[in-house]
């Protein structure tokens, strides 16, 4: 159980292009998912959090009109990078919980690649 | 603020020994849970053990235990009998209400044939 699932798994897209992620929580319904990025040899850094039906919180210096977060299911939450840049290439995972002090479990990741 | 420390950048254990990744944190809160995940090669992150604050025991996942130690802010993992398959980057990390989990910068252990 507790499967998380993420697509596409890598894209390459061109830079000005908007890209769209989705993370699906499989068979549970997750009321809050994360949205990370990690560097290559770092730690995951969390660029936001999502409730279902509510806005997105973005930790500090994460661009909302860039970064949108979309949660419009139990099971469902998509991050769009909007015109996207080299600079924005990263590795993108998203995770979702059940509830308060649950543990999170991990999609995949989408490695993303701006050309 | 919340903070969890891995002093160990990089670890190396002889496969079938045992070896002990770090990790130190600070919290406020009375409140919260800690963890142990592993990222493979793969990248993909999972979750090896759960420890919640309240509870004294050790939790103990097959090859893989902790030593909780609350008052000195400590949650080390012990992994026993090591396999190839261990060799991972590990991630301490804390959760309380406020939502976020907080991730330490991560240890990456070797698994030496």
């Known amino acids: 159980g507790a499967v998380v699932s993420q697509h596409p798994s890598r894209v390459i897209c061109k830079s000005g292009t908007s890209v769209k992620i989705e993370c699906r929580s499989l068979?549970?319904?997750?009321?809050?998912m994360f949205w990370y990025r990690q560097f290559p040899k770092q730690s995951l850094m969390l660029m936001a959090t999502?409730?279902?039906?509510?806005?997105?919180?973005?930790e500090q210096g994460v661009e909302k009109d860039k970064f949108l977060i979309n949660h419009a299911s139990l099971t469902l939450s998509t991050l769009t990078v909007t015109s996207a840049h080299p600079e924005d290439s990263s590795f993108y995972i998203c995770s979702a919980r059940i509830g308060v002090l649950e543990t999170q479990y991990f999609g995949p990741g989408t490695r993303l690649l701006v050309l | 603020a919340q903070t969890v420390t891995q002093s160990q950048p990089e670890m190396s254990v002889q496969e079938a020994e045992t070896v002990t990744l770090s990790c130190t944190y600070d919290?406020?809160?009375?409140?919260?849970?800690l963890f142990w995940y592993k990222q493979p090669p793969s990248r993909q992150m999972i979750l090896v053990i759960r420890?919640?604050?309240?509870?004294?025991q050790n939790a103990t996942e097959n090859r893989f235990s902790v030593n909780f130690q609350k008052a000195a802010k400590s949650f080390s993992l012990k992994i026993s009998d090591s396999q190839l398959g261990d060799a991972a980057m590990y991630f301490c990390?804390?959760?309380?209400?406020?939502?976020?989990?907080?991730f330490g910068k991560g240890t990456r252990l070797h698994i030496l044939p």
């Open positions: 919290t406020s809160e009375s409140d919260y849970y």
């Open positions: 068979d549970f319904q997750a009321t809050t």
């Open positions: 999502s409730n279902e039906g509510s806005k997105a919180t973005y």
């Open positions: 990390a804390l959760t309380n209400r406020d939502d976020k989990i907080i």
């Open positions: 420890q919640e604050a309240y509870k004294q």
